[in-house]
C-alpha cells in the first residue's frame, strides 16, 4: 500500500486513499478485503464490520502506522486482520487560505 | 494522487450545495465538476501542453484549475498585468497552450506558437453544455500547476506544484467538509497567486462557499461581504489597508458576519495589524506565511496568539505580533546561516523549509537540497518558542564591508518619523566599503520633509553607525507589484542611475 494509492470496498461503495501505509499491510471492509478495483459483484457484507464509513474522515490502526482518508462513504467498516480501525481525531487549524 | 479529489468528495458529500458565487452567478459542487468535466474533454483533444489562464478572477479560474487537472495537464495562471513584452516571454515559455481569457492579446503578442485561445464566456457555455471527459480512468499524476514567480529580482521562475505537493497540503490543514452551509469566504487575491489557488482548494475541501471578488477594490469588497454575509476573507496586507482606510474614512460596512481574516504574502505593519484588532474585536485574525514554492501557507500565528500577544505586558510575547506564528505541524522548519549550518534560536539566517507540500522545484531545476531542504531565499529567525519572524528577502541584505545589514532594521526606525509615511532601505554601490545604505522615504502628506541629516541622526541614535544611510532619496511613491510587493529593484535602479 502505498501513499496515495487507492482502495475500493468489495462490498459496499466505500473507498480509501492510503496517507500512510505499511508495506504488508492488508485492509478490509464490511469483512472483506479491499481491491483496487471493484468487483462486477458485491460480496455480502459481514454484520460485525457494518457500522459505515464517513466521507473525509481519517481511519489509523492502533499504533498509527496506517493512515486512510475515506473518499467516499459506504456501509461497510474498515479493518486490518479483524482490528476495527479508529477515526482520527482531527486537530484543526485556523483557516489561513 | 490528483486533486481533482478536492472536488470530487464534495460532490460525493453535498452535490446541490452552492460552492461558488461570482457576480450573482451560483454553481453547485456538481455543476462545477460537470464544467470541469467538460472542460478537461476540450483541453485533452486540443493536444496542448499547458492549460493558462490571462483573465481576472472567475468561475473560469476554477473550471480550468480542476478541467486541467482531469486532463492531466499543468494549469498556468497568468498575470494579465503584465507588459505586453513580459508577458509574450511567458507565453512563449508555455506554447503551445489552451488559454483561457483575452484571446485578442494573446493573438497580438504570440500569434504563432500554436495556442488555442478560448474567451471566458466562450469557455463557460462549453464547459456547460458539452460532452465530458469519460471519468472511467483515474486522473494523472505528476505536475498539476505552474506558476511563474513574481521576479521581484530577477527574471521570473516557473515553479511547479505536483499534485501530491497541493494535495498533502489540503489534506494536512483543512478539515473535510468542516464548514457550516451559511459559511462563506470572501476570495479577492488574484487568480495568478499561489493564495487564489489554495483559496479554491482548501474553501471546497471545507465544503464552505467561494465568493470571488473579479478584481479587488475596496469598496467593492465591503459590499460583497456584507450582501453575501461573508463569513471568511483572506487579504493582503495592502488590501487590509486599505479596507481599513475606507472604513475609517466612513464607507457603510456591514461586516457583522465576518468571523475569521487571514492574511499574508507581505510584510504586515504592526501598527495597521493593531488598528485591525480595534476595529473588528470579534473577527479572529490569522497570519499566514508561505510561498508559491511550498504550496502556500508553513507557518500560522493564529486568533488566540493575536489576543494574547496584545495583550501581554511582557514584551517578547508583544513581538509575536509581527511574526508569523510557528511552523504547522505537517512541516519543519530551520535557520540556517551562508554555510548552510543550522542556527540556535535568536540568531538571524536564511529560512529552510521541508515537508510533503514543499516543491523547491523549478521547471530548469529542482532547488531542494539532498535532504529535502528547501532555502526559501527569506531572511529570519526563531525566537525560544519557535514563534518565526521574518527578516526580508535574503538577495536583499545589504553587505557593507562585510558586515550584513537587514534593510527591515533601518526601514523600522525611519517610519517611527513622524513624517515619514515609507521607507524602503537598499544596497547602493560604495567605492569604499563594496555596498552601502541608501534610502527612499515617502513623506506623511501635510508633513513637511525632514532634513537629510535629521535622518542620519534618527538612524545612529537608534542603531550601529554602519546602518547610516550614505544616500537619501525622496519619492512620491514608492514602487509596489499588485500585490503590494515592494520591487527593491527598481529602487536600487534609481540609486544607480
Redesign the interface.
Same mark, same amino acid.
Given at each position: 500500500m502505498k501513499p496515495g494509492s487507492k482502495l475500493k470496498s468489495a462490498v459496499c461503495d466505500t473507498e480509501v486513499m492510503v496517507i500512510r501505509g505499511g508495506a504488508d499491510a492488508v485492509v478490509e471492509c464490511g469483512g472483506s478485503l479491499m481491491v483496487e478495483q471493484a468487483p462486477a459483484e458485491r460480496r455480502p457484507i459481514d454484520p460485525a464490520f457494518a457500522q459505515g464509513t464517513r466521507i473525509g474522515k481519517r481511519y489509523v490502526d492502533a499504533d498509527g502506522k496506517i493512515e486512510l482518508l475515506c473518499v467516499k462513504a459506504g456501509q461497510g467498516s474498515l479493518a486490518i486482520a479483524g482490528v476495527a480501525l479508529q477515526i482520527k481525531d482531527a486537530k484543526p487549524l485556523p483557516s489561513s487560505d | 494522487?490528483n486533486i481533482s479529489?478536492v472536488l470530487?468528495?464534495a460532490v460525493?458529500?453535498e452535490p446541490e450545495r452552492i460552492g461558488l458565487v461570482c457576480e450573482g452567478r451560483r454553481w453547485s459542487y456538481l455543476a462545477l465538476m460537470q464544467a470541469a468535466r467538460a472542460a478537461a474533454a476540450d483541453i485533452s483533444s486540443s493536444g496542448c501542453s499547458h492549460v493558462a489562464l490571462l483573465d481576472e478572477s472567475s468561475e473560469a479560474a476554477a473550471i480550468a484549475l480542476f478541467g486541467a487537472a482531469l486532463a492531466g495537464v499543468a494549469y498556468v495562471p497568468l498575470n494579465y498585468r503584465l507588459a505586453d513584452p513580459d508577458l509574450a516571454s511567458l507565453l512563449s515559455r508555455i506554447a503551445p497552450a489552451y488559454i483561457v481569457g483575452d484571446a485578442q492579446r494573446i493573438e497580438r503578442l504570440s500569434p504563432d506558437l500554436g495556442h488555442r485561445t478560448r474567451e471566458r464566456s466562450a469557455f463557460l457555455v462549453h464547459a456547460t453544455t458539452s460532452e465530458s471527459l469519460a471519468s472511467a480512468d483515474?486522473p494523472a499524476?505528476g505536475i498539476a500547476v505552474q506558476l511563474f514567480t513574481s521576479g521581484t529580482t530577477a527574471a521570473p521562475k516557473a515553479a511547479l506544484l505536483r499534485h501530491?505537493n497541493l494535495l498533502s497540503y489540503i489534506?494536512g #490543514? %483543512?478539515? +473535510?467538509?468542516?464548514a457550516a452551509e451559511q459559511e462563506a %469566504?470572501l476570495v479577492s487575491v488574484p487568480p495568478y497567486h499561489i493564495?487564489g489557488i489554495? @483559496?479554491l482548494? !482548501? !474553501?471546497i475541501y @471545507?465544503m464552505?462557499r467561494i465568493v470571488l471578488l473579479p478584481a479587488f477594490d475596496p469598496d467593492d469588497w465591503l459590499r460583497l461581504a456584507a450582501t453575501e454575509h461573508a463569513t471568511?476573507a +483572506?487579504l493582503v496586507p495592502t488590501m487590509l489597508g486599505r479596507v481599513i482606510t475606507r472604513v475609517d474614512a466612513g464607507a457603510s460596512a456591514d461586516l457583522s458576519a465576518m468571523r @475569521?481574516v @487571514?492574511y499574508?504574502g507581505g510584510r504586515m505593519p504592526t501598527e495597521l495589524i493593531e488598528r485591525a484588532l480595534e476595529l473588528f474585536p470579534k473577527t479572529?485574525f #490569522?497570519n499566514?506565511y508561505g510561498l508559491t514554492e511550498t504550496s !502556500? #501557507?508553513i507557518a500560522?500565528l493564529? *486568533?488566540e496568539e493575536h489576543r494574547a500577544a496584545r495583550s501581554s505586558s511582557d514584551p517578547q510575547a508583544r513581538a509575536r505580533l509581527g511574526s508569523v506564528g510557528r511552523p504547522? *505541524?505537517t512541516v519543519q522548519v530551520e535557520i540556517r546561516d551562508e554555510e548552510g549550518r543550522p542556527l540556535p534560536a535568536g540568531e538571524r539566517g536564511e529560512i529552510y523549509v521541508r515537508g510533503d507540500q514543499v516543491s523547491g522545484e523549478y521547471r530548469e531545476r529542482s532547488a531542494l537540497d539532498a535532504a529535502g531542504w528547501f532555502p526559501t531565499r527569506d531572511a529570519g529567525w526563531l525566537d525560544a518558542q519557535g514563534y518565526l519572524f521574518l527578516a526580508g528577502r535574503t538577495d536583499d541584505v545589504i553587505v557593507r564591508g562585510g558586515e550584513n545589514i537587514s534593510p527591515g532594521e533601518i526601514e523600522d526606525v525611519l517610519l517611527a518619523h513622524p513624517a515619514i509615511a515609507e521607507a524602503a532601505a537598499v544596497a547602493v554601490p560604495s567605492a569604499e566599503w563594496g555596498e552601502a545604505v541608501g534610502v527612499a522615504v515617502v513623506i506623511r502628506p501635510g508633513s513637511a520633509a525632514p532634513e537629510e541629516e535629521q535622518l542620519r541622526a534618527l538612524v545612529r541614535s537608534r542603531l550601529r553607525s554602519s546602518r547610516v544611510p550614505e544616500r537619501i532619496a525622496f519619492l512620491d511613491a514608492l514602487p509596489y507589484n499588485e500585490m503590494g510587493k515592494l520591487l527593491r529593484r527598481e529602487i536600487r535602479a534609481l540609486f544607480k542611475g
Open positions: - | 494522487m479529489l470530487q468528495m460525493e458529500a483515474e499524476e501530491a489534506l #490543514t %483543512v478539515e +473535510f467538509g468542516a %469566504v493564495a489554495a @483559496a482548494l !482548501s !474553501s @471545507a464552505r471568511h +483572506f @475569521a @487571514a499574508g479572529d #490569522t499566514a !502556500s #501557507t500560522l493564529g *486568533p504547522l *505541524p
